[in-house]
């Protein structure tokens, strides 16, 4: 049983707005999963530019580990881990507000004007998520295990890397993507990168545990697609590119790569490790 040393725990109104608010961001991001791994054509016409299936089956991959995120604070009711999402996603939609605003100056394309509206009111809901959950204290008060936390850290890195790369529209993806595609993918992986960092520098299992089921979710999208294009060595583009376009070999092996790694590390964490396995612990009281 593990006691908690600290007197002060989020009170029960608290922990149920984070356990309502997993809750139906959790559901609402499944149902987008769901949604967008066979897009309709209303979907697929939405955005900005045209792109290949497999960016939306990347797109499903976000949102299902959003929705794996949720339903671990859903789940939890942790407060603090409120904190690393609202991060996240005031970097990300910050990112992506910044580049559509730019664009529909630059451009004067209406059809951009709903997606940076999108974007910058998930910028200002992530602010006010973090704003509300940054000083929370953890109801569980387990420390963050020193492998997770230098795994963190390396993706973290990791990501910045990528997610700088793809922000300056260059083309480090497996499969080719539009120049405005490749900065919102960047602005998503600079998100991922920042809530990373949080969870490492918090110190603290109950900051880590929901990115882990998020990563092990989003792994479980893309497998079979990344094995798929890795055994075909091409990828159908519709004729947008041509009627196929090679795979970025390297690329993709470095993809598959974290993707085997973030899966062992969240199967060992969560399953196996005496200190931080989901079965087998004691419910934290209620405060």
Known sequence: MHEHTGAQVPSRAARG?????????????????????????????????????MSFVFLASIAASIAAVWATIAWRAEVTAVAGIGLNTL???????????????????????????????????????????????????RPLPALVRHAFVAFSLTLVVAGGALAAQRQVFPWPLQPGTATLFGCIFLGAAAYFGHAAAARRWAAAEPLLWGFLAYDLVLFVPYGRLLAEGHIVTDGFYGSSAPVNVTSLAIYLTVLGASALLALYTMLIAPATRCWGRAAPPAA
């Open 91 to 141: 970097v990300a939609g910050g990112g992506a507000a910044l580049y559509l605003g730019l664009q529909l100056h630059a451009t004067g394309r209406g059809a951009l004007a709903a997606m940076a509206g999108v974007a910058t009111a998930t910028a200002l809901f992530g602010a006010v998520l973090w704003g509300w959950a940054r000083r929370a204290p953890a109801v569980d008060p």
């Open 17 to 53: 707005v984070a356990r309502a608010l997993g809750g139906f961001n959790a559901t609402a991001f499944a149902a987008l999963t769901l949604v967008l791994l066979d897009p309709p054509v209303a979907v697929v016409a939405a955005w900005p530019w045209p792109e290949l299936p």
